[in-house]
């Protein structure tokens, strides 16, 4: 069983910085990333890593601004947010596959089958 934790979340002014953690356990995971939920929104993904090869991906929002990255000795999932606004105001969600999925299918919730219970984080000056 795979168990995904997350953390780091919470209160920060615009422009500000944050880095999530997302702890993993049990078995190894192939692609990894990190959803978000805004209040009334549907949920959305925001970064992805495929363990294979590395690849990763990052949805057009928080490009330049966001980088995952992944302690493969630690078993840690980061996500570093920079220069944050109030539209990036919403719940993240650690999310991973076993399956070896196309990477096609990166963004689709389905496909994701490991979920942690999520870290708020709140935007606001």
């Known amino acids: 069983q795979v168990q995904l934790v997350e953390s780091g979340g919470g209160l920060v002014q615009p422009g500000g910085s944050l880095r999530l953690s997302c702890a993993a356990s049990?078995?190894?995971?192939?692609?990894i990333a990190w959803f978000r939920q805004a209040p009334g929104k549907q949920r959305e993904g925001v970064s992805c890593i495929r363990s294979r090869d590395g690849r990763t991906d990052y949805a057009d929002s928080v490009k330049g601004r966001f980088t995952m990255s992944k302690d493969n000795v630690k078993n840690m999932i980061y996500l570093q947010m920079n220069d944050l606004k109030p539209e990036d105001t919403a719940i993240y969600y650690c999310a991973g596959t076993d399956d070896l999925l196309p990477w096609l299918n990166r963004w689709w919730n389905d496909a994701y089958n490991y979920w942690g219970q999520g870290t708020q984080v709140i935007v606001s000056s």
């Open positions: 049990g078995r190894t995971l192939d692609l």
